[in-house]
């Protein structure tokens, strides 16, 4: 596609559910980072995938998220027993080659809300 | 680690008005600096860009300019307009750092009233 695609667009669960989000890079992008964003937070890493290369998971905030990527494009965000504090907005972003300075196309993101 | 710090908000201008949006960095090595926008309703996308010390990043009458010496990249445009506003996100990127990707400001969200 043209853009980074992104779904569901909104996401409202219960907590303790498990939760997928989903994410298609634009077409060629090696590189592919999810980032979320809390209100008042910023946007806080969470993980990045380039090429074949182990993803950096340096930024996940439990081991209740993972992420996976297939065959170098599409990338699955999952969280597990979701908690109340999960609530936020899930970015997905990619780039031609991950490198320094490269610029990065943002998705519109994936609302979660977690009652 | 390497991080970025940026004016809180929000600011309130009127059309036609002056704007600087500071943003101070902490980086091992040579980062790269941007700044991205996120305007209502929209996804970030990147506003300007600057690769290495002196370079001055520009796009739809912004600016900033990689001061190494200040670690800092502060955001400018002469005269806003309504249509400025919107959330601005400072940014680095430091591949030769310990992350491959970019550490981000807690944003600043700038509102132009006419």
């Known amino acids: 596609g043209a853009g980074v695609s992104q779904s569901p667009s909104n996401k409202v669960t219960e907590k303790g559910k498990d939760v997928e989000l989903r994410c298609d890079p634009i077409?060629?992008?090696?590189?592919l980072y999810w980032y979320r964003q809390s209100l008042g937070q910023g946007l806080e890493f969470l993980i990045y995938?380039?090429?074949?290369?182990?993803?950096?998971k340096s930024g996940l905030p439990s081991d209740r998220f993972s992420a996976e990527r297939t065959g170098g494009s599409v990338s699955t965000l999952t969280i597990q027993r979701t908690q109340q504090e999960d609530s936020a907005v899930y970015l997905c972003?990619?780039?031609?080659?991950?490198?320094?300075?490269?610029?990065?196309?943002f998705g519109s993101g994936t609302q979660l809300s977690v009652l | 680690g390497d991080s970025v710090t940026q004016m809180e908000g929000p600011v309130t201008l009127s059309e036609e008005a002056f704007l600087t949006i500071n943003c101070t960095y902490t980086?091992?090595?040579?980062?790269?600096l941007f700044w991205y926008v996120q305007y209502p309703g929209e996804g970030l996308q990147l506003l300007l860009k600057?690769?290495?010390?002196?370079d001055k990043g520009s796009n739809k009458g912004f600016e900033a300019t990689y001061r190494k010496e200040t670690t800092s990249f502060h955001l400018e445009k002469g005269s806003v307009q309504v249509s400025d506003s919107a959330v601005y996100f400072c940014?680095?990127?430091?591949?030769?750092?310990?992350?491959?990707?970019?550490?981000f400001g807690k944003g600043t969200k700038l509102s132009v009233k006419p």
């Open positions: 972003a990619s780039s031609l080659g991950g490198g320094d300075g490269e610029k990065l196309f």
């Open positions: 077409s060629g992008h090696t590189a």
């Open positions: 995938f380039q090429g074949n290369s182990a993803p950096d």
């Open positions: 980086a091992t090595g040579y980062p790269s």
């Open positions: 600057a690769t290495k010390a002196d």
């Open positions: 940014a680095l990127s430091n591949y030769g750092g310990s992350q491959g990707n970019l550490i």
